[in-house]
């Protein structure tokens, strides 16, 4: 280990690890909750602080820019059809962190929370907000050097009995302005295996197709089976105007992605090393462990509003669970107090950074308003008025 390993912190000078490890808590619960809730909206029913892990789904979007580096070299890279088998790998890329994680939820944001992710060792701002609470919807806005990332995300679930699929329903948007480009795609289809009982795992399966102007990218998900060597496979093609293909694409994605046909294949993307002992810290990589630090310089920066000053899951962070607990109920029964506030007062509830923008296959799609960085400045988020979420 080097020096600052040992201080705690990582080669990009965050820190290296949790403050703790997820406490034993057992898993008794799940079934109760699971048999009074059958056939109801999961999203409807609060959760015990035990199946989260210390980080949010807002947190979960930024967690999608880990391998970022793909962007910045499509950003610089002429031949369209090459930047879009980066694009491709950075699409797959951001499953490759779900292989150690299906143990524990992420929290469901307050409708309001922010949270904001300046990455300058990377050259992102990535900021994201709850805009709505039934259904949850996290939009998300990410400024690199040379693209633009953006979604909203919003979630259905089937409930199989031993399994839990969850379909996301959204669209992931990159665009790269020196080439003109704007990617759009839209995610496949996860599940959760051993929902109940057994070693918890996650699977991702249907096709993902990328587009960009006339250029098309098709990739695969393979279901995984027990009798299968294809689990976690991707295959894809890079196709033209005509549909026909250009590159072939193949991996798993928790693998790595490779361009070409082997033996002569070119390894596009490649996931990184799980930190020590990543099984006793949730399964976090070393950016979700990250994520939700708390610096000094963040402490007078950042918005009130943003994950990282929500007491439940920090303190969840901290093992103290039954803490973690009571605050996780009071936050709910206040976020309660001010739906009904707004009820009683006729206000329609406007969320603060983002707009909803025109309708896109049957869904809302939540666009960024461009004001959070120049707020951010001035005033100053300790200037301006701001909702108190605890
Ligand atoms: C509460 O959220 P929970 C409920 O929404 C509750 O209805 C609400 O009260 P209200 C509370 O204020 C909320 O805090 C419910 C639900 C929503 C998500 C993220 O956190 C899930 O208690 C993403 O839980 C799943 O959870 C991705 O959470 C998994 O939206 C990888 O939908 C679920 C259940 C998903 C189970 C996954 C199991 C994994 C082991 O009175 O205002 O309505």
New binding site residues.
């Given amino acids: 280990t080097t020096a600052m390993e040992d201080a705690g912190m990582s080669q990009t000078g965050h820190r290296s690890q949790l403050p703790c490890p997820k406490p034993e808590t057992g898993d008794l619960s799940i079934w109760s909750i699971m048999r009074k809730n059958i056939g109801k909206d999961?999203?409807?029913?609060?959760?015990p602080v035990t199946?989260n892990e210390p980080l949010n789904?807002l947190q979960r979007l930024a967690e999608e820019l880990e391998y970022s580096e793909l962007l910045d070299k499509a950003a610089e890279t002429d031949n369209p059809y090459e930047r879009m088998a980066l694009i491709a790998a950075f699409a797959v890329s951001g499953y490759s962190s779900t292989y150690y994680r299906a143990g524990?939820?992420?929290?469901?944001p307050l409708l309001g929370e922010t949270y904001e992710c300046v990455r300058e060792d990377k050259g992102f701002s990535f900021i994201a907000e709850q805009v709505s609470?039934?259904p949850?919807i996290s939009a998300c806005h990410c400024k690199g050097e040379k693209w633009v990332f953006w979604q909203d995300a919003r979630?259905k679930?089937k409930f199989w009995g031993k399994s839990?699929e969850?379909i996301p329903i959204g669209t992931v948007n990159v665009s790269i302005p020196k080439y003109n480009d704007h990617y759009t795609w839209s995610k496949v289809t996860s599940c959760?295996h051993n929902?109940m009982t057994g070693q918890?795992w996650m699977d991702h399966y249907g096709e993902k197709i990328i587009k960009n102007k006339d250029i098309t990218c098709r990739l695969m998900f393979h279901k995984a089976s027990y009798w299968s060597t294809r689990c976690h496979d991707v295959l894809g093609s890079v196709l033209d105007k005509d549909g026909k293909e250009v590159h072939h694409l193949f991996g798993k994605w928790h693998e790595g992605l490779w361009c070409g046909h082997p033996p002569s294949a070119k390894c596009i993307w490649r996931p990184g090393s799980m930190p020590e002992e990543y099984d006793l810290y949730y399964g976090f990589t070393r950016f979700a462990v990250e994520l939700n630090e708390l610096t000094p310089d963040l402490r007078t920066a950042l918005p009130p509003t943003d994950t990282r000053f929500r007491p439940d899951q920090r303190l969840l962070e901290e093992g103290q669970v039954q803490r973690a607990q009571n605050e996780k109920v009071r936050l709910?029964q206040m976020?309660?107090m001010r739906e009904r506030e707004r009820e009683e007062g006729g206000v329609v509830y406007q969320p603060r950074f983002f707009r909803r923008a025109k309708q896109e296959h049957h869904h809302d799609s939540w666009t960024f308003n461009n004001t959070y960085w120049d707020m951010r400045t001035t005033p100053g988020f300790s200037q301006t008025e701001n909702m108190k979420l605890w």
């Fill in positions: 999961l999203s409807k029913v609060c959760m199946m789904t524990q939820k992420p929290f469901n609470h039934h949850p979630l679930t839990m969850i959760i929902i918890r709910e976020q309660r």
